[in-house]
């Protein structure tokens, strides 16, 4: 799982390294020379890093293209085009796979940046203990998923749950509600784990972007007269973008390659669906050795993490690293 | 100015490149002491109380010219799986030998992992196990996997509660549904029969008992036979138990773990679960004294006892190891009777080595062990490297017909369908 998590995780990464490069054109030449005297510097470093990031995703593109075959000395390829995009295709699975990943990286998304807000603003405006919050904040954030997902499985157990037991104690449910095993319900339960997380992250961030804010626009806008609900959209939400940018750019990363929570707590069932892209990748490549196919999954998530983090940035029509660097 | 630099630049990405070499060349094959044969086993956790190590120990007394290290791999059998394939495909000459699942043999031979052992054996070899197992291990009518340890299921059941009230130890599967209801009526337990119904590859196991008793077949050579009357029946029983509430609806998302807690806490009377359920029931306050096991149910009293799924590991040999006549002798001796004594007395697991099955002293430690000779045993359709996907398709698609988003026609012939295509090389 381990090695699945990384797969999952690495792969759809990689697109925010990329993205974040920004450089200014140098208008004197004092300037380029040394921006080119930078670049060499770091030419042996990028060279490290591009070999064990776009190696293994040119690698991935190469499979996808190619009929695998395992040998027990590595792999045995034949050129096979689009073959294995075509049998993602015509994969029910597949389709499945991408509309869970899609829908879930929306709501969770939504959900974790609308609390994660209220969090930060919460935060900013206190005036002590604000350390001490952080911490306790943090620390679902800090647990490692496998650990927290052992936890939530317990919790959402139909048998000897804990959740069930509040419920039917309280007399909410005369029956215990069997979390992981109905198709909404384990959307709902595998979500609510990753909000529980993943919160705090998203918090942070923003907090990070308030408190960059300086305190006399706020004054001004008191003494043009603006109140509190005012000055948050005239004043907070626009000169927060750039993090809020940063912080959904983050999770929606990270969330197409969802591995850990599903593999853990529900293992893609009911039958598949929670069945996420990485986990069906890891499926077909792990389980039934079908590499070709496997790495096609990759593939597509990765185009598609790519594609939605273009449109973010063209649509939210900010420039990382103006305002963003900090949370960054 | 500028040429300095340049030189410096030039003199790091010299150095850079020289520690990455030197990285490269350290990490190469370790060197290996003259005297004795160090080799690798890698396997994941079998019993609680380090058996593994025990086993090595008791090895290395009886054969001091051969060192073991133990590679320990992850109790979770698809991530043990993955790191295996990894290790191995990559041309690894380590683990020399690994414990694998008894599902593995044709995926592996065909994939190029595990050794053909018929050329590493002589053919008398293979008598000293228990009948059905070699057959287990062999793909295309060669042997990938000595059978290390077995398992099947059983029916684990409270015989305290059934003694309460007067109720027999189910020989039908309409009597363990008797059985259960009685019990639950009188609030003796919170739940009747608990058994392993997530989607995984338990669910695959728990199905091919009730399948088989049914008269139903997955495969026959490569035809699908899936979608038959027979399926649908052992399907529409398993829902049947949930639905009349035999059995919470929470065993759709239970694996063995969960299956084994209600069991432990108290909270079922009945448990399909592994050989290991016994050591662990003895274990567990709630329960302790209070169990018996027994074989499984059928559907008809002339039927009984009913089938039980065969589990288990097997020892295979990676094809690039160097020291093939040590791991020869690691193989002999963990199949041999020492090994297998040792196996059976220090953590009561099932051994292969039929003789080691009728030792006296042997039987009276495991009470499993006088069941395993009066169950049927059926094996899952392992024998096609599509068997991954041949239960993919299988515990998917009951499931959902055991949450009741499938009905149990829909399920069967879903799920027919989905066979049909991994046999012929299809699909995702």
Request: charged share 10%.
């Amino acid at each position: 799982m381990d090695g699945g998590s990384r797969l999952g995780a690495g792969l759809a990464r990689r697109p925010a390294a990329l993205a974040f490069p920004h450089t200014r054109r140098a208008p004197a030449t004092l300037r380029g020379r040394r921006a080119r005297v930078g670049y060499a510097f770091l030419a042996p470093a990028a060279a490290v890093v591009a070999s064990v990031t776009l190696g293994p995703i040119l690698y991935a593109v190469f499979l996808s293209l190619s009929q695998v075959r395992l040998t027990g000395e590595g792999f045995a390829t034949t050129w096979a085009g689009l073959a294995n995009y075509a049998i993602l295709y015509r994969a029910p699975e597949f389709w499945q796979a991408l509309a869970f990943t899609a829908g879930y990286t929306g709501a969770t998304v939504l959900v974790e940046v609308a609390l994660g807000l209220v969090v930060a603003l919460v935060l900013n405006g206190l005036v002590r203990g604000r350390g001490l919050a952080m911490a306790v904040l943090l620390l679902p954030w800090s647990l490692i998923t496998v650990v927290s997902a052992e936890v939530w499985s317990y919790l959402d157990n139909g048998a000897y749950g804990l959740i069930d037991y509040v419920l039917v104690v309280l007399h909410v449910t005369s029956q215990p509600v069997n979390w992981l095993g109905e198709p909404t319900l384990a959307l709902v339960a595998v979500g609510l784990a990753d909000v529980w997380k993943t919160t705090p992250f998203v918090a942070l961030i923003l907090l990070a972007g308030l408190q960059m804010i300086r305190r006399d626009l706020y004054e001004a806008a008191t003494l043009d007269g603006a109140g509190p609900w005012k000055s948050f959209w005239r004043v907070t939400f626009p000169l927060l973008r750039p993090s809020l940018l940063v912080a959904v750019l983050f999770r929606v990363l990270q969330s197409f390659g969802l591995f850990d929570l599903p593999f853990v707590l529900t293992s893609g069932g009911p039958g598949t669906t929670t069945q996420s892209l990485a986990l069906l990748a890891y499926r077909a490549m792990f389980n039934d050795l079908e590499f070709g196919p496997g790495t096609a999954v990759s593939v597509v998530t990765v185009a598609a993490v790519v594609l939605v983090a273009v449109l973010f940035i063209r649509g939210l029509g900010v420039r990382l690293g103006e305002a963003g660097d900090g949370a960054a | 100015m500028q040429t300095t630099v340049r030189g410096t630049i030039l003199g790091l990405a010299a150095a850079t490149m020289v520690a990455i070499w030197s990285i490269g060349a350290a990490a190469g094959p370790a060197q290996h002491r003259a005297a004795s044969v160090t080799i690798v086993w890698a396997a994941s956790p079998i019993s609680n109380n380090g058996l593994r190590q025990h086993l090595i120990t008791a090895f290395e007394r009886a054969h001091p010219g051969i060192r073991v290290r133990l590679q320990s791999q992850p109790t979770n059998t698809d991530t043990n799986r993955q790191e295996l394939i990894t290790e191995i495909n990559s041309g690894s000459a380590t683990p020399d030998v690994y414990m694998g699942d008894v599902i593995w043999p044709a995926q592996f031979a065909q994939a190029g992992l595990a050794m053909d052992l018929s050329k590493v054996f002589p053919s008398t070899f293979w008598r000293r196990f228990a009948p059905g197992l070699v057959a287990g291990a062999t793909y295309q009518g060669q042997v990938y996997g000595a059978p290390f340890f077995m398992d099947a299921g059983f029916l684990y059941y409270r015989k305290d509660l059934l003694a309460r009230y007067h109720l027999p130890v189910p020989r039908t599967w309409t009597q363990l549904a008797v059985d259960a209801k009685t019990l639950l009526a009188h609030h003796a337990v919170r739940y009747g029969f608990v058994w392993e119904g997530a989607a995984y590859e338990g669910l695959t196991c728990n199905l091919m008992e009730y399948l088989t008793d049914a008269g139903g077949k997955v495969l026959s050579g490569t035809k699908s036979l899936f979608d038959s009357p027979a399926s649908v029946r052992a399907v529409s029983f398993m829902r049947s138990l949930i639905v009349s509430g035999v059995s919470p609806a929470a065993v759709t998302t239970f694996q063995e773990p969960q299956a084994m807690n209600a069991f432990a806490q108290g909270q079922a009377a009945f448990l399909r679960n592994w050989d290991y359920a016994w050591s662990n029931s003895q274990s567990s306050p709630a329960v302790k004294g209070k169990v018996g096991v027994a074989p499984l149910p059928a559907f008809s009293a002339s039927g009984y006892p009913g089938y039980s799924n065969i589990g288990g590991w097997n020892l295979y040999i990676n094809p690039h190891t160097e020291h093939l006549a040590a791991v020869r002798t690691f193989i002999e001796w963990m199949t041999g009777v020492a090994g297998q004594t040792q196996l059976a007395t220090y953590a009561s697991e099932i051994p292969t080595n039929a003789q080691v099955q009728r030792l006296p002293e042997v039987r009276k430690l495991n009470p499993v062990l006088g069941v395993v000779s009066r169950v049927r045993l059926v094996a899952r359709p392992a024998y096609t490297p599509a068997y991954a996907k041949v239960s993919s398709a299988l515990y998917t698609n009951v499931n959902l017909a055991l949450t009741g988003q499938l009905s149990p026609r829909a399920a069967v012939a879903k799920a027919a369908q989905a066979i049909a295509q991994a046999i012929s090389g299809q699909g995702l």
